[in-house]
T-cell receptor, first 109, second 114 residues
């Protein structure tokens, strides 16, 4: 079972920041937070992952609360191509990757 | 191109046919996976291969038969499928003994059973 809770859908205006929340209140100390996205009918694409500290790469930023019970994926300047389903997943590095229902992000012009 | 290649991209087959899906990874990973994604459903993990041995079979019907001849190749053999087996079948690979980016997915095979 997926151990995360995400809103089913969100909208974002093009050029604005998209902030996607994820609750993982039962996360264990050795579990990482991973984010993937799936553009329609394609395979999921890795975005970012983190353990405790905030992380940033060329695609996004990941903000993890101090108690690690929730996190936020930030797309700083959303484009139409960022329209996708975004999945938040918690796991230890040797675990299977189990997907929930994710958040469907719609970026509009 | 993600480093995981799936063929064919699309497949239409009758319920009495036998076909195979192929997956190849060029990333040097030591584990491979088959997922199924039916319309409007989350991805379902079907099979896990680690170091070429099947380590997990998530109650998948026997009409789906995986094969992993080496660490770079994974097949899914299909026979006597049902229309409800129509779905997007995704292959993924990973390196299980390190903290990495997790899984790398292929683009999938869109299967239609008629």
């Amino acid at each position: 079972d997926a151990k995360t809770t995400q809103p089913p859908s969100m909208d974002c205006a093009e050029g604005r920041a998209a902030n996607l929340p994820c609750n993982h209140s039962t996360i264990s100390g050795n579990e990482y937070v991973y984010w993937y996205r799936q553009i329609h009918s394609q395979g999921p694409q890795y975005i970012i992952h983190g353990l405790k500290n905030n992380e940033t790469n060329e695609m996004a930023s990941l903000i993890i609360t101090e108690d690690r019970k929730s996190s936020t994926l930030i797309l700083p300047h959303a484009t139409l191509r960022d329209t996708a389903v975004y999945y938040c997943i918690v796991r230890v590095n040797t675990d299977k990757l189990i997907f929930g229902t994710g958040t469907r992000l719609q970026v509009f012009p | 191109e993600t480093g995981v290649t799936q063929t064919p991209r699309h497949l239409v087959m009758g319920m009495t046919n036998k076909k195979s899906l192929k997956c190849e990874q060029h990333l040097g990973h030591n584990a491979m996976y088959w997922y199924k994604q039916s319309a409007k459903k989350p991805l379902e993990l079907m099979f896990v291969y680690s170091l070429e041995e099947r380590v997990e079979n998530n109650s998948v019907p026997s009409r789906f038969s995986p094969e992993c001849p080496n660490s770079s190749h994974l097949f899914l053999h299909l026979h006597t499928l049902q229309p409800e087996d129509s779905a997007l079948y995704l292959c993924a690979s990973s390196q299980v003994d390190t903290v990495t980016r997790g899984y790398t997915f292929g683009s999938g095979t869109r299967l239609t059973v008629v």
